[in-house]
């Protein structure tokens, strides 16, 4: 079989591999669809503290498939199941993982990151994974594609459901990749009144614009805290996300919002960073600023339910596929900055 494997900073290369053999407590799948996130990119550039630049991994976390192999202990799963997978898993006796947050476990073990991930045709699921709930079934109804992508939402879930977002509610997004898109997706589907994106490149908001935006604002034309004002009337907003990892956009938001209003600083800066920000304006005027990362296993299967349901249209955050022989390809791809959402497709050799 073939795999995208990634051979230290900057190098990924296209194997051949026999293909791996289930142990008796684990599955084996074919994976049909992997997307290609900024945690990959952000390995390949040699910046994850998890995979160093020495490290041989298949990357790849977002990922979906059918059940093709079982081991002979394993129980509950079949032959022919389509399945995706929550990547972190839980040690299962922390603090957080008795809490059911895998995803804040200290010890997690993650596909595409410790355990080889999607990037390849076939991939075997741990018996860790299945023991703590990581393997789900997906609906008959829900492409390959739409359940790769359910993993991003789950994380960007997590970070939603802490904001309480109402239709009452104007929403900031700030940044324009697939993530930023979204929360354009989830503020749709919330109903928010006002939802306001910000980009520094007119092609880009002109392209996340219709996943749910009400507003755009160009950052390399005017000044945002302004625009912003001035769109919402003088009243701020009442919920921003900061969706790409640049401090100025985390002072940015805390000066757009409204009383009340809430924050998810969504995307980590490099570590170090140090940010000014106006804590008697938290303290005035009664502010929530919040953090998340991941998703737990219940997060996963709430956004599931949201693409199912179609509430939540994941796949127009899709803007490039390639198939296996592609894959590096697909990674130059993701890295020139071009485009939202790339899909690795491991079943089909080229589709370029
Ligand atoms: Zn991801
Ligand atoms: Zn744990």
New binding site residues.
């Given amino acids: 079989m073939k795999a995208a494997v990634y051979k230290g900073q900057g190098r990924i290369a296209l194997d051949e591999r026999p293909q791996p053999e289930p142990r008796d407590d684990e599955v084996l799948v074919r994976v049909f669809a992997a997307s290609i996130c900024g945690t990959d990119t952000k390995v390949l550039r040699g910046g994850h503290f998890r995979v160093g630049v020495n490290d041989t991994r298949v990357l790849g976390h977002e990922l979906a498939g059918e059940i093709i192999k079982i081991g002979q202990h394993v129980s509950h799963w079949r032959l022919g199941q389509r399945v995706s997978v929550v990547p972190n898993i ?8 008795r809490k059911g947050l ?1 995803n804040m ?4 073990k993650a596909f595409g990151i410790d355990i080889d991930g999607g990037f390849q045709q076939h991939m075997i699921v741990t018996a860790g994974a299945i023991s703590g709930g990581n393997l789900f079934e997906i609906p008959e109804t829900m492409s390959y594609e739409e359940a790769s992508l359910v993993e991003p939402l789950s994380c960007c879930f997590n970070a939603w459901k802490d904001l309480s977002v109402t239709p009452e509610d104007r929403v900031l997004i700030l940044g324009t990749g697939p993530i930023a898109g979204m929360f354009l997706q989830l503020a749709r589907a919330y109903g928010a009144r006002q939802v306001i994106v910000v980009g520094r490149r007119a092609e880009r908001l002109e392209e996340i614009a219709p996943l749910g935006a009400t507003h755009t604002v160009d950052s390399s034309k005017v000044d945002v805290v302004d625009e912003v004002m001035r769109l919402t009337g003088g009243h701020g907003v009442d919920v921003a996300l900061t969706c790409a990892p640049a401090a100025e956009l985390q002072v940015q938001a805390l000066s757009c919002l409204a009383r009340l209003g809430r924050i998810n600083f969504f995307s980590g800066l490099n570590k170090g960073t140090l940010v000014e920000l106006d804590t008697n304006k938290v303290h005035y005027w009664g502010l929530k600023l919040l953090g998340s990362t991941g998703s737990s296993i219940e997060d996963y299967a709430r956004a599931l339910r949201l693409v199912e349901t179609g509430q939540v249209r994941v796949t127009e955050v899709v803007t490039h596929r390639f198939g296996m022989c592609e894959a590096v390809a697909a990674f130059d791809h993701a890295l020139s900055g071009r485009g939202m959402k790339t899909i690795i497709c491991p079943q089909e050799e080229r589709l370029q």
Avoid at 105 to 108: G, I, S
């Fill in positions: 839980g040690c299962g006796h922390c603090d957080m993982c895998n476990c200290p010890d997690y």
